[in-house]
Structures are given as structure tokens and as C-alpha cells.
């Protein structure tokens, strides 16, 4: 059995040996890398390969309007900025503190995993690839959710390590979901479709406050926020007499009030207004920012 579990990379461990640091150096950093440049590329650049029908990520965005059509500017700032904190992330890979090493190395399988998922959702996106390319989504989903639930107790840092590695990546593939699903599926224009839309845009709400209250993560509800406002300004400059975008920012403005909430106590070192998952304590919390880890 644990020859089993050394052999198992989600397994979680305290502390990895020299080869296995190595390892995850070179394979975080390359499937980082891959990552990034097919989103950049594809960002403005269409498929070449001339067999399939498709486009760049916003072409296909846009041309297959649907209820959960994103804005593009504001997608594009999130993963940039989303990017620019995974290099952070990465960095501790090559600390001189063992524990800043053995704390990135423990979500390694998982970061490394997320980033080939997206690489091979975004061929298949800007190529039609729908029905494939959610498949990917719900896989990758599966593995950011089991990454944030089985090492929901370890105390990382959320700023550096916790936000780009998981909560960000897991905030949006659950709106990806709905994204790319809504394309996914025929007539999702229809009356019908918005109504059921309508419905569901709510589940954002419902999934964000979840990880508010059950483990006071202000990061998973402003990657929530943001992307809820993402919604709503492209179903505003679509619709104006919609619901979709009044929903879309409700929804923004709710969580980012209990994001705030929760966000304000952490940094300054008190205790958030309710009860809920033990969390890093506020030394833990800001540990990254005053340069401890």
C-alpha cells in the first residue's frame, strides 16, 4: 500500500525527494508554458490546419452567441493576470525554503493536470469541438475539486500559491461549464434555453458562497465576482431588456460583498463573522505577503 501511494501522484505527502522536486519543476514549467501560449495564440490567431470549421477563442465566443456568451476584455484580463500569479506560483518551485518547495510540489499533479486540460480544451474549442472540448471541463473540474477538497487543510498561502493553483483555475472551469456548454447544446438561444438559463446562472451564486462560508476563501469568491461580471457585460451590450445580465450582476455584487467580508478580516488578522472550515491562520495568510514564505 505504500509503495502504492509513493507511485500515486495526487497522493499527499509532507515532503518530496530531490527527483521528485526536479520532476515537477520541469513539468510544471512546461505545461505552464503550453498552456499559455496556445490561450495566447488562439486569443488571435484561428486554427491553419484547414479541416475543421472554428475560429480564435472570442470568434467562437461570439459567433456562437448564447446567455453565458463571456466579455471578452474582461475574460482576457483574468487569465492574464491569472498567468502572470501561476509564474509566482511556479517560482516557489524553486525556493531555497523547503517548506515554500513542499507546499507548491503537493498541488503539482494537479496544476501540471489542469494545465494540459486546458491546452487540449482550447484545440478543441477554436475548433467546434464542443461536446469533446466540455468533456475536458468536467474531467479537469473533477481534478480541481478533488485537488481543493482532499488539501483543503493544508495551510497554504492563498495569495501565491492557493489562488493560482486552485481556486482561480476551479472558479473558471465551473463557469466554463456553462460557457462552453451553452454552445454545446442546440437551440440554447431559444426562449426556452435563456429561461433555463436563467435558472442556472444562479448556480454561480450558490457554488461561490458555498466556499465563502464552508472555508472562508475570499479568493474562490472574487474569481466568482469577476467572471459574473464578465457575464453580465456581455449579455448587457447583447440584450439590454434581458434577465441574464441583471442576474449576472446581482449575483457579481452579492459576492463580492461577502468576498469583502470575509477578505478584510483575513488581512487584518481577526476572525470572520461566522463559523465554518478551519482556514490557514492569519499569520499563515500573511506569511506571502511580508516575504515568510
Not at 176 to 205: C, D, E, K, Q, T
Not at 238 to 250: S, Y
Request: charged content about 10%; glycine content about 6%.
Amino acid at each position: 500500500m505504500d509503495r502504492l501511494q509513493q507511485l500515486n501522484p495526487f497522493s499527499r505527502r509532507e515532503s518530496h525527494g530531490a527527483h521528485s522536486i526536479t520532476t515537477y519543476k520541469v513539468l510544471t514549467l512546461l505545461s505552464w508554458l503550453l498552456s499559455v501560449v496556445v490561450t495566447v495564440y488562439y486569443a488571435i490567431e484561428p486554427p491553419h490546419d484547414g479541416r475543421y470549421r472554428g475560429g480564435t477563442i472570442w470568434h467562437q465566443n461570439y459567433l456562437y452567441y448564447t446567455a453565458f456568451t463571456l466579455n471578452s476584455a474582461m475574460t482576457s484580463i483574468y487569465w492574464v493576470v491569472l498567468f502572470i500569479m501561476q509564474l509566482v506560483y511556479i517560482t516557489h518551485l524553486f525556493s531555497a525554503s523547503a517548506e515554500s518547495v513542499n507546499l507548491a510540489c503537493s498541488v503539482g499533479s494537479h496544476f501540471i493536470f489542469n494545465n494540459l486540460f486546458h491546452f487540449a480544451f482550447i484545440m478543441l474549442f477554436v475548433r467546434s469541438h464542443f461536446i469533446l472540448a466540455e468533456l475536458l471541463l468536467i474531467l479537469n473540474f473533477i481534478n480541481l475539486t478533488s485537488l481543493y477538497f482532499r488539501h483543503s487543510t493544508h495551510s497554504f498561502p492563498r495569495v501565491f500559491v492557493h489562488a493560482p493553483a486552485v481556486s482561480f483555475p476551479l472558479a473558471w472551469t465551473f463557469v466554463a461549464i456553462y460557457w462552453n456548454g451553452a454552445i454545446m447544446v442546440p437551440h440554447s438561444n431559444s426562449l426556452v434555453g435563456r429561461v433555463f438559463a436563467n435558472v442556472f446562472v444562479w448556480a454561480i451564486l450558490g457554488y461561490g458562497l458555498f466556499f465563502i462560508f464552508a472555508y472562508k476563501d475570499y479568493t474562490m469568491g472574487f474569481a466568482l465576482s469577476v467572471l459574473a461580471a464578465s457575464l453580465g457585460v456581455a449579455q448587457f451590450f447583447r440584450q439590454v431588456i434581458a434577465f441574464q445580465w441583471i442576474f449576472a450582476f446581482t449575483i457579481m455584487a452579492v459576492l463580492f460583498v461577502f468576498t469583502a467580508l470575509v477578505a478584510v478580516p483575513a488581512w487584518s488578522g481577526r476572525e470572520v463573522p461566522w463559523g465554518g472550515a478551519r482556514r490557514p491562520q492569519p499569520d499563515a495568510e500573511r506569511a506571502p505577503l511580508l516575504g515568510e514564505n
